[in-house]
């Protein structure tokens, strides 16, 4: 075989206006194509709903294109060469959109079905002269393919890697004998290899074919023949050597395989001996249970608007994935190039790309749609067949179709398995939202829920038991998988798991020099410099992003927990740039931490990990003198077993115990008991945070439990408490007196208000709209109030209750005790908690309703601090409001 490279400039036509191109590359990166329409936001009518775009305002929802173009471009370049003699020829690129070949000005005949997600190839042979004109008709409006829904997908969305136009990776011609071997895929299957050898042919050709290989315990050979055509020939239970070694989790250790014929160019390709699948209910890698800690990948790369085309950037892009504890990557509606697979075989890590695929009414409705999709499916069986870290396909996300669109499923379901069972597969991810419950022709099921109970702790709307259930340490999804079992065996894991929105930090700005404009950001930083937000807005990012962490932990624990599930897929580590601007990761959209300790790689690893101590804590705070008891288990998703006994302390100011547990073996692949913690909280006068760690087997982990002393609360003497700014409020301040306003936290008595959570914001609210965009309490925490009331700034478990409350929409920004933090898009001035001097008075006011709280002992504690605050020296507040702005709160229409 030989090539040719067809790198570097090239004439491209679009709307009969000529220009040059460089390939391979894109129009946007070279600078060719039309101004970014506003018109085309995401969930247009929801941003002019809530106010946040109006017409003649710029892209606000993602991120803008210098350059854009829909529709057939025409690249063409004049070609001088020595054709060789008796070779036949080809022209191929490795990534396109539809794509048609012209040599010469007749039309070439693709070798394979073009398809979004493999490359495209072209018989020229007898078209060339040496002297030729190579004409590619590039096409992203992708006619007589199913548009819609390759446009909704991250294969081809303006909302992620951009709906470009060009050729990306290899052009070239390649130059090849009149027979040659066209394809050769290896499959490992239990100790041994079965391998197809597809030979074509110009002509009739008889010989014998030989494979070899350190993997195979011998070399081995057949008599094969052929007429005139491509024919597969199949080398079945070829046996593997005895000590050859397995590709798994991290150990990404190939083999390469020759074939060859007297008279034929050999051909060699790399693969890994694994073996991969289902039982039990479980995934299985190289016989053991396995865990999943995925991550959906949808293609964000700003700089370029479409995914690498080389191996050495994308083992960067996975490790820093890795660095995060992920171990599967998970190809929201696309399939990444082959680089992508490359680097994940040799770092040991699983993927599971999808078709470009996102069709939420009608997948498969239609004849175009079908045949588009059975294409690209066997397109990427075969292209990628080699590579060992792919484990699993879907036919898209978030499905819905009808009775013909689900028969075309199960058949390509059958399909896929017929044509390679060394994969899993399943008819899409969050099909049917979970509604439908479970696919019997599917290999696996991932959701956001199964027929309304839950397999993840939030979802739009606020909704799950994160934000509705009172926090502990113990709730799994049991409950969920036995009602799965009965209605099948397959392995089950969550799905887009997290979506907690982080505010943006506005430096982030400086690094977008490439194709994209991000004027979403820059339109966040105005609207934040406007209102004043600007010097607290670092101090916002860090709080929103440790509130994020914990509530990923949260999810994290209760998946391991979980015995029955086979692991847990997050949305996302990666900032989402689009869909109103999704700012959800830890990282953002060019894959770099954010500023803060919350987005450490160390710190997300140290609970996204294969073997994690979990104690099953009942609830995180208690009151002095009762006893702590939880049970301890260990999540081995591991290679090995594990023997030894679980070392644990609970610690803190003027505390500490500790106790050590027996011995206990953790088979590896199972979630194990350990034994039980039980720890009297005697001695405890002060309210105090504690630590509790485990260890095992040199694996630790450690949970907050917050200790309070109880005691008969009554507001003191010369503090008048009440539940409205009514008059004997107001007459108390003009005299001088301290009041505190708390009133109960409901619409009706504070209608300039919203409703709060303790998570922050789900994904976004110009998705969203009917969430309130709360993001969570900023707390003042070296206030004196909080003396006798550990806290961070930040929402953490003792918050739970009263994080829950309404938070105050204030008449403009003030320096509050706890402030309430707001979604970018409306970046309110809210509080639960503020001081100020009123009148002769001094007033505190307090949105958090811990009067009716009063069963937890957290906001028994906390209203023991005001009060203790209220009578104290130390409330004098400096901030004067008048009743009138404190009116404001409290009136209907305020």
């Known amino acids: 075989m030989k090539c040719i490279d067809l790198s570097g400039s090239w004439k491209c036509r679009i709307r009969d206006e000529y220009t040059q191109i460089c390939l391979p590359g894109t129009l946007d990166e070279n600078g060719i194509g039309f101004q970014d329409d506003p018109s085309n936001q995401w969930c247009r009518e929801n941003i002019e709903k809530i106010g946040y775009w109006k017409q003649g305002d710029p892209i606000v929802t993602r991120l803008t294109r210098k350059h854009t173009f829909e529709g057939e471009a025409e690249i063409s370049r004049t070609v001088d060469w020595d054709v060789p003699e008796g070779r036949r020829i080809f022209v191929e690129t490795e990534r396109s959109r539809h794509l048609r070949l012209y040599v010469n000005g007749k039309e070439a005949t693709a070798c394979f079905p073009v398809t979004l997600s493999a490359p495209s190839c ?53 130059c ?29 050709w008889t010989g014998r074919i030989r494979v070899s290989s350190d993997a195979l315990a011998g070399p081995a050979s057949i008599e094969a023949g052929t007429e ?148 690209e499916l066997m397109r990427i069986l075969q292209h990628l067949a080699n590579h060992p870290s792919f484990v699993m396909l879907t036919l898209g996300n978030e499905l819905q179709a009808g009775p013909g669109g689900h028969a075309c499923m199960d058949s390509l379901l059958d399909l896929a398995r017929r044509y390679d069972g060394t994969r899993l597969y399943a008819n899409g991810s969050n099909t049917h939202y979970g509604q439908r419950g479970t696919d019997p022709h599917s290999g696996f099921f991932t959701a956001a829920q199964y027929r309304g109970l839950d397999l993840r702790a939030a979802n739009n709307g606020m909704k799950g038991w994160l934000n509705e259930e009172y926090p502990n340490a113990c709730r799994d999804y049991e409950d969920t998988v036995a009602a799965i079992r009965r209605e099948t065996d397959q392995p089950v894991f969550s799905f887009e798991v997290g979506q907690y929105e982080i505010l943006p930090d506005p430096e982030e700005i400086g690094q977008y020099r490439g194709v994209t404009i991000p004027g979403n950001l820059v339109h966040i930083r105005e609207k934040a410099g406007e209102q004043g937000e600007g010097p607290e807005w670092r101090r916002m990012t860090e709080a929103t992003g440790e509130s994020s962490l914990l509530c990923y932990r949260a999810e994290v624990e209760a998946a391991l927990r979980t015995g029955g599930y086979s692991g847990i897929s997050l949305l996302g580590l990666q900032d989402f740039p689009g869909q109103g601007t999704a700012l959800v990761g830890m990282m953002d959209a060019h894959l770099n931490p954010k500023p803060g300790l919350f987005a450490g790689p160390e710190r997300f690893a140290a609970f996204f990990r294969d073997v994690l101590p979990l104690v099953l804590l009942e609830r995180y705070t208690y009151t002095a003198g009762e006893t702590l008891s939880a049970r301890v288990r260990i999540a081995n998703y591991g290679k090995k077993d594990l023997c030894g006994k679980t070392y644990w302390e609970l610690s803190g100011k003027d505390f500490l115990q500790r106790g050590v547990l027996e011995e206990t073996k953790a088979s590896a692949g199972y979630l194990s008991g350990l034994g039980l913690i039980r720890c009297v909280l005697h001695g405890i006068r002060r309210s105090v945070k504690l630590m509790l760690t485990v260890s095992y ?142 009148g002769n008075g001094k007033l505190l006011v307090s949105s958090l309703g811990l009067q009716s709280l009063q069963s937890y002992p957290e906001a028994r504690a906390l209203l023991r601090s005001v009060y203790s605050y209220l009578i104290s020296d130390e409330f004098s507040p400096q901030l004067r409001l008048s009743e009138e702005w404190i009116d404001t709160i409290f009136k209907t229409g305020g």
């Open 122 to 174: 072209f018989e020229v042979t007898g078209m060339v002269t040496g002297h030729d004109v190579f004409t590619f008709l590039s096409d992203n409006s992708y006619p007589g393919w199913p548009k819609d829904a390759i446009e909704y997908s991250s294969a081809a969305s303006d909302e992620t890697q951009t709906n470009w136009n060009g050729l990306l990776g290899y052009v070239r011609i390649r």
């Open 176 to 204: 090849e004998k009149p027979v040659f071997f066209s394809d050769l895929r290896i499959y490992p299957r239990n100790g041994t290899l079965d391998v197809c050898v597809s030979v074509d042919a110009n002509r009739g």
């Open 228 to 375: 005139p055509g491509c024919r597969e020939f199949w080398f079945h239970g070829l046996p593997v050597a005895p000590d050859a070694r397995k590709w798994d989790l991290e150990e990404g250790f190939l083999y390469d395989l020759t074939v060859s014929a007297d008279g034929l160019d050999a051909r060699t390709e790399s693969f890994g001996l694994r073996e991969f699948g289902s039982g039990d209910g479980h995934l299985i890698l190289n016989g053991r249970r396995i865990f999943l800690r995925s991550e959906a990948n949808c293609a964000v790369f700003p700089e370029t608007g479409h995914e690498p085309m080389d191996m050495e950037t994308w083992t960067d892009v996975l490790k820093r994935y890795r660095s995060y504890g992920v171990n599967c990557m998970r190809f929201h509606s696309h399939c990444p190039p082959q680089a992508a697979f490359d680097a994940a075989d040799r770092l040991g890590m699983l993927m599971q790309p999808e078709l470009s695929h996102w069709d939420p009414s009608d997948a498969f409705g239609s004849e175009e749609s079908r045949r588009y999709y059975r294409d």
């Open 697 to 838: 087997c040199g694996q630790k982990n450690e949970y907050p439990v917050w200790v309070y002393p109880d005691s008969r609360l009554v507001c003191p003497e010369g503090i008048l408490e009440c539940r409205a700014f009514d008059e004997q409020a107001r007459e108390a301040l003009r005299n001088g007196g301290t009041v505190y306003l708390s009133p109960d936290s409901t619409e009706e008595a504070i209608p300039n208000s919203v409703q709060a959570q303790f998570s922050p914001d789900f994904w976004s609210v110009c998705t969203f709209p009917h969430q309130s965009g709360c993001m969570g309490q900023l707390i003042d925490k070296d206030h004196p109030l909080f003396r006798d009331f550990p806290t961070d700034d930040h929402n953490d478990w003792q918050w739970w209750p009263m994080s829950r409350q309404r938070a105050m929409i204030l008449p403009e920004k003030i320096d509050a005790v706890i402030a309430e933090m707001d979604s970018y898009a409306f970046l309110r001035p809210m509080a639960k908690l503020f001081e100020c001097r009123c």
